[in-house]
């Protein structure tokens, strides 16, 4: 029998909240399989949580802590009682509209680290060709490049035949593998603890940051706008992303904040990770195809509007599916569902 409810619930919420955590974990990756130990910690919780549902129900007055405890056990006790069907088919469109955006967001602060190493690169790489010109065939070591951006662009722009003709289909297979290649190279280098990932991530920097500087000081900005983003603007993205992989690998294999042991804080990784190539992987090959097809044609063939557009309408589409698909009815779902913030209220 409870004499003090209020001391009651301010008992037993620690335990609650675990096993609204461990629910969330479960709800948000149903793949996820525990160790031993969580398993019996989950059932341990299940059971208190059921057993303070009973003794709660003699309070006729405190609803909310009761609604609160019947959704929270009725949770546990789908989780735990469910029929999962053995052997489900894999669901290419959902994995990749659903499962791929939202392993995106589990890990979006390692996203944003390869971003601002990236960023940070950039800076350095436009600085160091501002302030030194002659760096320019060490920093940018590449044929394509090394020549003056006013020349390369009068000649594209006056060439009269299509220089891809018959052509393309073979180049864009070889963007495919060499940034496939790349972005594997980044997120594999997270088992050195992350060193060597950030350490490429840093170098790519530098190269798009030169880049950058050399044509805008060469007055090019809108020839490198219109060269860049339409495949750019998926394939930059592409490459934070496999950094990202990279920096959740070397987050599990330094376990900070973390009680699992090493061997299992890299299963707990390991459908990330896979989620995470998988799906830059398929970002990549679609890069390969509009760098073929699109981004090495030039006025007078394609204006240069008609690529900025076509490369800034899909940033923005990239930016809303990884931050945005997958989302609305999962949040519908725990909207709906009674919060241990109200029951803290009463």
């Known amino acids: 029998m409870i004499i003090d409810l209020q001391k009651f619930i301010k008992e037993q919420r620690p335990a609650w909240t675990r096993l609204e955590h461990f629910l969330d974990m479960l709800e948000r990756n149903p793949e996820r399989r525990f160790s031993m130990d969580e398993v019996r910690d989950f059932h341990t919780l299940y059971q208190r949580a059921s057993a303070d549902l009973a003794r709660i129900a003699t309070f006729s007055s405190e609803r909310s802590v009761r609604t609160y405890l019947e959704a929270l056990v009725a949770r546990a006790y789908a989780e735990i009682y469910e029929t999962r069907q053995k052997g489900r088919r894999f669901n290419p469109i959902k994995w990749f509209f659903q499962t791929f955006p939202r392993t995106f967001r589990k890990h979006v602060a390692a996203f944003w680290v390869a971003l601002i190493v990236t960023a940070v690169g950039s800076a350095f790489g436009g600085f160091a060709l501002l302030l030194d010109p002659a760096a320019k065939e060490v920093i940018m070591p590449f044929s394509h490049l090394a020549g003056s951006p006013n020349e390369r662009v009068a000649k594209e722009e006056a060439a009269e035949e299509d220089h891809m003709q018959g052509f393309k289909a073979m180049f864009s297979s070889q963007l495919m593998v060499n940034n496939i290649s790349v972005s594997f190279r980044v997120l594999a280098l997270g088992l050195t603890w992350g ?152």
Request: proline share 5%.
């Open 195 to 346: 060193i060597g990932t950030i350490i490429l991530l840093f170098y790519n920097g530098i190269i798009l940051g030169a880049v950058a500087a050399d044509y805008v000081a060469a007055g090019e900005t809108q020839f490198l706008l219109g060269w860049l983003l339409p495949h750019g603007s998926v394939e930059i993205p592409s490459i934070l992303l496999a950094g990202q992989a990279g920096l959740v690998i070397a987050q599990a294999l330094i376990g900070r904040n973390d009680p699992h042991g090493l061997k299992q804080r890299l299963k707990n990784i390991g459908p990330d990770i896979i989620h995470l190539a998988g799906g830059l992987a398929i970002i990549l090959v679609w890069a390969g195809i509009i760098e073929s097809y699109m981004s090495q044609y030039h006025e007078p063939v394609l204006p240069y509007w008609l690529k900025i557009s076509f490369g800034s309408v899909q940033l923005v589409l990239l930016f809303f599916f990884l931050f945005k698909s997958g989302k609305s009815a999962k949040k519908t779902n725990k909207e709906s569902r009674p919060s241990l913030a109200r029951v803290q209220s009463t």
